[in-house]
């Protein structure tokens, strides 16, 4: 009896709460996220309720629309247009693929990861308001996956994370780095290249006395009388110790 009035419910309901998380795929792909792109693993295992036929849409929002998100405004439709976000939607609806492309399980080794704002060709299309299209800021934005059956939602899984995407550095800052980078590139240099000189011109000076006087004053036989000296004390000290 129970059982039966909770799938009453749920039927009445109409709608399938997934607990299901949209995630960013892992990063062993490598440039994940970009300043308009981002990558998401396919819900695979997910809505294995539905049948095949099911259409699965990506909702990309921003976030006054995710507390209130209303489902049943259709995708395609102005107010889900990719190209009106988010100055005068706060979401749009983008990637439906029927549930049979997100086979479960997946196969191993298989790619199993969806790009969110790839499409560039349809950008500023009116006409194809289901775009693809990149990102227009950082963000932060959040996804869910929804499920709609001859168009009226079934199912619909929970809201990502935030996801921001990287930001480029502004145009007006690129130059100013830049040139900071560089004065202190040049100021480097410079005083590496002064210390250079200064011990190179060291270097040669002390070669060319040296020349004169040290390496005179070693021909000059000063360490033979030393040795010799040497020699002799070392004689004189040694015929002693003979004796004795
Ligand atoms: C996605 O939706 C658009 C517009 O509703 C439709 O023209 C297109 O055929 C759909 N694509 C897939 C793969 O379901």
């Given at each position: 009896m129970f059982p039966l009035l909770l799938l009453l419910l749920a039927t009445a309901h109409g709608l399938d709460r997934l607990p299901y998380k949209p995630t960013l795929a892992n990063s062993s792909l490598g440039g994940l996220t970009t300043t308009s792109t981002f990558v998401l693993e396919q819900p695979?295992?997910?809505?294995?309720?539905?049948?095949?036929n099911t259409v699965i849409w990506l909702v990309v929002a921003v976030r006054t629309a995710v507390r209130n998100f209303n489902n049943s405004v259709g995708p395609g439709t102005p107010e889900r247009a990719f190209q009106k976000f988010p100055t005068s939607t706060p979401a749009y609806m983008t990637l439906n693929t029927t549930l049979l492309n997100y086979p479960c399980p997946k196969s191993p080794g298989e790619f199993t990861v969806l790009r969110v704002g790839?499409?560039?060709?349809?950008?500023?299309?009116?006409?194809?308001?289901?775009c693809n299209g990149p990102l227009p800021g950082p963000g932060p934005y959040w996804v869910k996956f929804l499920a709609l059956k001859d168009s009226k939602p079934v199912a619909e899984t929970a809201w990502s994370e935030p996801i921001t995407l990287r930001t480029a550095r502004q145009p007006s800052s690129i130059p100013m780095m830049g040139s900071g980078r560089s004065a202190g590139m040049i100021a480097l240099t410079s005083i590496l290249s002064i210390l250079f000189a200064i011990l190179l011109a060291g270097l040669v000076a002390m070669l060319v006395f040296c020349s004169d006087i040290c390496g005179g004053s070693s021909t000059f036989s000063k360490p033979e009388a030393v040795t010799v000296r040497r020699y002799n004390t070392h004689h004189v000290y040694d015929q002693p110790a003979a004796r004795l």
């Open positions: 695979r295992c997910v809505f294995t309720e539905m049948q095949d790839s499409e560039t060709g349809c950008t500023t299309d009116e006409t194809r308001p289901t």
